[in-house]
């Protein structure tokens, strides 16, 4: 093999995606449910002064289907507060091994003063090693493990 997988020294910068929306700490649920539809994205960031306050996603959207949700409510009463995070500089391995025991599929990516700079997201730590196992990946057969109970043809 002519690559090298190590998840302890590669960082999430190279597993990031762009800048997630950020909506602020007391815009209302209804408003930011319409930025996550018109944006297309299963979550927003939420934030106070440019640092993050918490986060929002499908998850938490979908705890508010009930009837008589308060939709005109504050985004910072149903947020996730204070999520984990991580920065630039961690390790891949570190961002799987936190989204792992957290049951998280994305965790915002923060500098040192906790505005964001970007998401990981268990989509593209997936896409990222593929790449480094393509032939192994796309080679696999569709039931790997495959055994058939009754014999087969005449």
Known sequence: MDFQLNLDSETVEQVSSSTPPCVDVGDSVGDVLNVMKEKQRASVLVCREGALAGIFTERDALKLMLPGADLDAAIETVMTASPETLSNSDAVGAAISKMSRGGYRRLPIVDTDGHPQGFVKVRTILHYL????????????????HTTETREGA
Do not use: E, Q
């Open 130 to 145: 593929v790449g480094h196992f393509p032939s192994i990946v796309y080679n696999l057969p569709p039931a790997p493990h």
